[in-house]
């Protein structure tokens, strides 16, 4: 019986592409660095923000990647959370699950994602948020789910990951997960819908 129910943020809780390409273009700009490719916009949507600093300045080897995380570090996320594209059904959705489900999140971002959350008045909604800081490796790496699933005492077959990319279908594979792709009909998932409400259809959300 499914007793879990863990979200993935970018790509499915908001829609945070044109974000993600305005933040990490304006590190690439401190630093008098050419805008991202799509192929980069691409890979900094489901990376961790380390990876993504190394994968954009990864033509320049003038570039002290130390300096980069600093001016990081200093440069306040603020400004970028108006621009954030909340789910339009996705507080409808937390209100009927949280009935009946634990809810948490596994996710690529650090720093971020508590002012998100707070911004977004979310945070009453998760018992518990797994970010890349808090395990020693980020997804695709299952050891965000792991901590999770051993937080509230349940079993990868009690539990179902809703995520939109590659990153996230490895990182529920690894964990013996069941996926949801969001958003995403070709990524190979045991579900598919294009909304939050669609969820309710699926067979694990029948007998509720």
């Known amino acids: 019986m499914?007793?879990?129910?863990?979200?993935?943020?970018?790509?499915?809780?908001?829609?945070?592409?044109?974000?993600?390409?305005?933040?990490?273009?304006?590190?690439?700009?401190?630093?008098?660095?050419?805008?991202m490719d799509e192929q980069e916009i691409h890979f900094v949507h489901s990376h961790n923000v380390t990876d993504s600093v190394t994968h954009i300045f990864r033509h320049y080897s003038d570039q002290d990647l130390e300096a980069v995380h600093r001016y990081r570090a200093e440069l306040s996320y603020t400004p970028y959370l108006a621009h954030m594209k909340m789910e339009p059904d996705l507080v409808d959705f937390l209100n009927w699950a949280q009935l009946s489900y634990k809810l948490a999140i596994s996710?690529?971002?650090?720093?971020?994602?508590?002012?998100?959350?707070?911004?977004?008045?979310?945070?009453?909604?998760?018992?518990?948020?797994?970010?890349?800081?808090?395990?020693?490796?980020?997804?695709?790496a299952p050891d965000a789910l792991f901590e999770i699933l051993s937080h509230f005492g349940c079993g990868s077959a009690e539990t179902i990951f809703i995520g939109?990319?590659?990153?996230?279908?490895?990182?529920?594979?690894?964990?013996?997960?069941?996926?949801?792709?969001?958003?995403?009909?070709?990524?190979?998932?045991?579900?598919?819908?294009?909304?939050?409400?669609d969820i309710l259809t699926l067979e694990p959300f029948r007998c509720c």
């Open 2 to 35: 499914l007793k879990l129910i863990v979200f993935d943020c970018d790509g499915v809780m908001f829609d945070s592409r044109d974000v993600n390409r305005m933040y990490y273009n304006d590190l690439l700009g401190a630093f008098g660095r050419s805008t």
């Open 107 to 140: 996710t690529n971002r650090t720093t971020t994602m508590k002012p998100l959350l707070d911004t977004y008045g979310l945070s009453g909604y998760f018992e518990k948020v797994v970010t890349a800081m808090d395990v020693k490796h980020p997804k695709p």
């Open 164 to 197: 939109d990319s590659e990153i996230d279908r490895q990182h529920s594979q690894a964990a013996s997960v069941e996926l949801i792709a969001f958003k995403n009909k070709s990524l190979d998932a045991q579900y598919h819908v294009q909304n939050f409400m």
